[in-house]
């Protein structure tokens, strides 16, 4: 199976600023990543497919990019909503989601 | 609207059986492929299982192989997770979502069902 991991496993950050968040999976995943962004207590919710789309409803704020296996999403300026969970997921081979960046208030 | 509903979710012993539903709402629930993914107390997420719009392409996660059964009912707009042998790292909020096609992402998430396993 593909592994996934994330870095940082944690930032923060302030209003306003921006946010670089990197998934590397451990083979070629081509362009399937999806990345996720979830708050305590819900379900997560999708906001960038196929690593660099985004999810229709989500802020052009969010962004994507990156193929084979190092990827990243971007935030350009954090709003307040932004502080939460994020979690990339490849769905090249059997399905695997990376552990998680959560992002703080600074 | 879009919706997803769980439901099913309980506390039972080691060793036991449950199973879970999910109802859908709001869109052509036979057009669809689905998942289960599964999130422990404080942990990530993990997908445990798929299932493909017509019921005849299902997969699993290495975890819950031979334990869980993946089905559907596209008359009733229902997608359902059988789970015996029941194991206390099974414990976690189960949720079904949606997704247009393997490699799209899980573009609809229903509320989540908690599975509790303990004696």
């Known amino acids: 199976d593909i592994q996934m991991t994330q870095s940082p496993s944690s930032l923060s950050a302030s209003v306003g600023d921006r946010v670089t968040i990197t998934c590397r999976a451990s083979?070629?995943?081509?362009?399937?990543i999806n990345w996720y962004q979830q708050k305590p207590g819900k379900a997560p919710k999708l906001l960038i497919h196929d690593a660099s789309s985004l999810h229709h409803g989500v802020p052009s704020r969010f962004g994507g990019s990156g193929f084979g296996t190092d990827f990243t999403l971007t935030i350009s300026s954090l709003q307040p909503e932004d502080f939460a969970t994020y979690c990339c997921q490849q769905s090249y081979t059997t399905l695997t989601f990376g552990p998680g960046t959560k992002v703080v208030i600074k | 609207e879009v919706q997803l509903v769980e439901s099913g979710g309980d506390l039972v012993q080691p060793g036991g059986s449950l199973r879970l539903t999910c109802v859908a709402s709001?869109?052509?629930?036979?057009?669809?492929?689905m998942s289960w993914v599964r999130q422990a107390p404080g942990k990530g997420l993990e997908w445990i299982s798929y299932i493909d719009s017509s019921g005849t392409t299902i997969y699993y996660a290495d975890s819950v192989k031979g334990r869980f059964t993946i089905s559907r009912d596209n008359a009733k707009n229902s997608l359902y997770l059988q789970m015996n042998s029941l194991r206390v790292e099974d414990t976690a909020v189960y949720y079904c979502a949606r997704q247009v096609s393997y490699h799209y992402g899980m573009d609809v998430w229903g509320q989540g069902t908690t599975v509790t396993v303990s004696s």
């Open positions: 083979q070629n995943s081509r362009s399937y």
């Open positions: 709001g869109f052509t629930f036979s057009s669809y492929d």
